[in-house]
T-cell receptor
């Protein structure tokens, strides 16, 4: 089955710096790659997603890139702010048998220091 | 607020007991997914229902079962509870589920289960 590896597990940056989180997936049939932000004790919240027919997507300070050949996708956060501090999860999904279950990476704890 | 609701927020029970977790999807969503989040295993897919029918199973234990009712709310039943079942249980909903285009999954606030 699908396996998603996420790095780094922890990331500490200074306010205003950029942060990059990387994920690799194993199943070449995966075609949907969301990123979720989870604050302590809260629900995972979708922050951006990308589908396999697109190489890059941007939403204000957040961008995601996808390299289907390398089976690799990344989250880029620019001009980080303290409120960006949270755990970020990448996930991969494909439509199989009418299901689109998400397979998650282990998460990256991002700390933005003021 | 995602529009997905879960009850209860917290549940404390003893080993060997049985509990039921409830999820109401966003209005108009037909698919419900259940995920388990523990410190050592991260977010793991358990089971999916679409319009009342089971669609997919993940690493769900035989002690766990779920169903989706005609009003589309779903319940996750956990029985013969063990200490290791302590975790956050999330449900998520999506519009269609497996109809060719992957829909965004919106997560509920979760139920924190503590087994003592």
């Amino acid at each position: 089955g699908e396996n998603v590896e996420q790095h780094p597990s922890t990331l500490s940056v200074q306010e205003g710096d950029s942060a990059v989180i990387k994920c690799t997936y194993s199943d070449s049939a995966s075609n949907y790659f969301p990123w979720y932000k989870q604050e302590l004790g809260k629900r995972p919240q979708l922050i951006i997603d990308i589908r396999s027919n697109v190489g890059e997507k941007k939403d204000q300070r957040i961008a995601v890139t996808l390299n289907k050949t390398a089976k690799h996708f990344s989250l880029h956060i620019t001009e980080t702010q303290p409120e960006d501090s949270a755990v970020y999860f990448c996930a991969a999904s494909k439509t199989q048998g009418g299901s689109e279950k998400l397979v998650f990476g282990k998460g990256t704890k991002l700390t933005v220091n003021p | 607020d995602s529009g997905v609701t879960q009850t209860p927020k917290h549940l404390i029970t003893a080993t060997g007991q049985r509990v039921t977790l409830r999820c109401s999807p966003r209005s108009g969503d037909l698919s419900v997914y259940w995920y388990q989040q523990s410190l050592d295993q991260g977010l793991q897919f358990l089971i999916q229902y679409y319009n009342g029918e089971e669609r997919a199973k993940g690493n769900i234990l035989e002690r766990f079962s779920a169903q989706q009712f005609p009003d589309l709310h779903s319940e996750l039943n956990l029985s013969s509870l063990e200490l290791g079942d302590s975790a956050l249980y999330f449900c998520a909903s999506s519009r269609r589920g497996g109809r060719g285009v992957t829909d965004t999954q919106y997560f509920g606030p979760g139920t924190r289960l503590t087994v003592l």
